[in-house]
């Protein structure tokens, strides 16, 4: 069982930055990012694999930046130049698997309770 806490949501202009932490209690092979927005669906954003590979939905490539702390067993995701669109709450997710996709983070087996991040133009 693998536990996942998200922290670091707020309030930011248009423009802005923010990076959000996800404390895992566990280890799994990959460890990633989505987002919800209202009355949207789930959009996977970025995910990382145990050796450090990285894959990025085209949505967010170039603005943000997933990465991980093994000692601390602590995820991040440093988000920069946050549009409105960018509004939404931002899940931590992990499962395993021999692939790591952001396109499969939506669906992994943990996940946690989410942090919101808000973008004013």
């Known amino acids: 069982q693998v536990q996942l806490q998200e922290s670091g949501g707020g309030s930011v202009q248009s423009g802005g930055s923010l990076k959000l932490s996800c404390a895992a209690s566990?280890?799994?092979?990959?460890m990633g990012w989505f987002r919800q927005a209202p009355g949207k669906e789930r959009e996977g954003l970025a995910v990382?694999?145990?050796?450090?590979?990285?894959n990025y939905a085209d949505s967010v490539k170039g603005r943000f930046t997933i990465s991980q702390d093994n000692a601390k067993n602590v995820l991040y995701l440093q988000m920069n130049s946050l549009q409105p669109d960018d509004t939404a709450m931002y899940y931590c997710?992990?499962?395993?698997?021999?692939?790591?996709?952001?396109?499969?983070?939506?669906?992994?087996?943990?996940r946690g309770q989410g942090t919101q991040v808000t973008v004013s133009s």
């Open positions: 997710a992990a499962d395993a698997g021999l692939w790591c996709s952001w396109s499969d983070t939506t669906g992994y087996k943990y």
């Open positions: 990382i694999d145990s050796g450090g590979v990285t």
């Open positions: 566990g280890d799994t092979r990959c």
